[in-house]
């Protein structure tokens, strides 16, 4: 199994579309900063019409917010609906802590030091630890069909959804320790080799699938999901 989040849903149609398509998260923006930016409110009608349509068998919805006050996301998950957060700035991981059990943090390292030194400060086992006790208790969707950590491509400036190519050797390495969900790059040409290079627990598209910032290209969402199940049934079948 790899889980497939298409990011950067703005619209109704483009989250009708990754749905229908087999998407297991549709992310929503909530950094004012970003193009594919949407408030609480507008996902949140996005979210209950997909719910209404799909019901228990839809993608779970993902709010990613860079650097936002813990009440904040707490306030925006009640609007908007959201089943889970990623954190994508300089969040700390008492802030992770907080908003467990449903929250991952996303990570750009530029080398394996920075991925170890990252893995160890948001990924400790007290922070499994809470998962585990709070699921065990929640009849929801189990934690394990939630990421840990999500990998991205490093930029200076942007925080995500720039379209360069994550390091292959740094997201192989937290592949081996977390599940992960790997971003930067991802194409529906380039999915399979991706995943059969890191083996991530799931893969996470933006800019690979739009035919405009905000705006998604169909046939470019379709052909992911199908690139990433045609792989996943190949590996099956070795």
């Not at 083996?199 to 999901?225: I, L, Q, T, Y």
Request: charged share 20%.
């Amino acid at each position: 199994m790899v889980y497939v989040k298409i990011c950067g849903i703005t619209n109704l149609e483009d989250a009708r579309c990754a749905a229908e398509a087999g998407a297991d998260f549709l992310g929503f923006i909530f950094y004012p900063s970003s193009s594919r930016y949407v408030t609480p409110e507008q996902a949140g009608e996005i979210i209950q019409a997909i719910r209404t349509e799909f019901g228990d068998a839809g993608p779970r919805c993902v709010g990613v917010f860079v650097d936002e006050p813990v009440n904040a996301v707490r306030a925006a998950i009640k609007t908007a609906g959201l089943d889970l957060v990623q954190l994508h700035g300089a969040e700390s991981s008492a802030e992770v802590a907080a908003l467990a059990p449903y929250t991952f943090k996303a990570l750009r390292p530029q080398t394996l030091a920075e991925a170890q030194a990252a893995l160890a400060q948001y990924f400790p086992q007290r922070i499994e630890r809470i998962q585990t006790e709070i699921s065990s208790v929640q009849s929801a969707k189990s934690v394990e069909s939630v990421p840990q950590l999500l990998v991205d491509a490093y930029h200076p400036q942007e925080k995500g959804g720039t379209g360069l190519v994550a390091d292959v050797e740094i997201a192989r390495w937290l592949a081996e320790r977390c599940r992960l969900l790997l971003a930067g790059g991802l194409t529906p040409e380039n999915v399979a080799d991706a995943i059969a290079q890191v083996r991530p627990w799931g893969v996470d598209v933006s800019s690979g699938v739009e035919a405009v910032k905000g705006k998604k290209d169909h046939a470019k969402v379709r052909a992911f999901v199908t690139a990433v199940k045609n792989r996943i049934e190949q590996v099956n079948n070795e």
